[in-house]
T-cell receptor
Framework: EAAVTQSPRNKVAVTGGKVTLSCNQT?????MYWYRQDTGHGLRLIHYSYGAGSTEKGDIPDGYKASRPSQENFSLILELATPSQTSVYFC?????WGGGQNTLYFGAGTRLSVL | GDSVIQMQGQVTLSENDFLFINCTYS??????LFWYVQYSGEGPQLLLQVTTANNKGSSRGFEATYDKGTTSFHLQKTSVQEIDSAVYYCAMRDRTGNYKYVFGAGTRLKVIA
């Protein structure tokens, strides 16, 4: 069973503080993704990665950085958190297109509140 | 750029009612279309994938088809149950090598017993 684990599950941060959201996958997938989920907007892509050492900007990257130190781990970093970044964040993994499986496997999400 | 429009933000039905959710897509590539379902407190999970126009995908009593001519795709179920209450997302991925998925805004389905 494909597994994507996010930590923490809930986080309260202060404006201007640094926040790191972590994601670990045991699927041996090359691709990993960070999305945020907001009512009326659905899932919007922040950053993604093709493999260890790579990070790419998604559709809404401003205010976020990403790090992929290994095949298994993908982090989302908010260097200076703002209240507008209050949201639910989802990490996902998936095979590269030629891998045969097109499914995205999501973690359970991290609820972030920036006060 | 690629886009997916999902207009129905919330749908409330009674048990055994018919469900129909529609999305439209825009791409210059060759899309594979998906439906993901998200139950309360969980991450989204794949419900259906539809690769070929006018072919149906089916799972758990749900069916999905897409019409290349109108660039639309829809999800339907003949008789919904309370356990189907969830958020349903349509999504698209370009088969020409783009690694990005594009999701619709989601439809929150509430089924009343």
């Amino acid at each position: 069973e494909a597994a994507v684990t996010q930590s923490p599950r809930n986080k309260v941060a202060v404006t201007g503080g640094k926040v790191t959201l972590s994601c670990n996958q045991t699927n041996n997938h090359n691709n990993m993704y960070w999305y945020r989920q907001d009512t009326g907007h659905g899932l919007r892509l922040i950053h993604y990665s093709y493999g260890a050492g790579s990070t790419e900007k998604g559709d809404i990257p401003d205010g976020y950085k990403a790090s992929r130190p290994s095949q298994e781990n993908f982090s989302l970093i908010l260097e200076l958190a703002t209240p507008s970044q209050t949201s639910v964040y989802f990490c996902a993994s998936g095979d590269a297109w030629g891998g045969g499986q097109n499914t995205l496997y999501f973690g359970a999400g991290t609820r972030l509140s920036v006060l | 750029g690629d886009s997916v429009i999902q207009m129905q933000g919330q749908v409330t039905l009674s048990e055994n009612d018919f469900l129909f959710i529609n999305c439209t897509y825009s791409t210059t590539g060759y899309p594979t279309l998906f439906w993901y379902v998200q139950y309360s407190g969980e991450g989204p999970q794949l419900l259906l994938q539809v690769t070929t126009a006018n072919n149906k995908g089916s799972s758990r009593g749900f069916e999905a088809t897409y019409d290349k001519g109108t660039t639309s795709f829809h999800l339907q179920k003949t008789s919904v149950q309370e356990i189907d209450s969830a958020v349903y997302y349509c999504a698209m991925r370009d088969r020409t090598g783009n690694y990005k998925y594009v999701f619709g805004a989601g439809t929150r389905l509430k089924v009343i017993a």
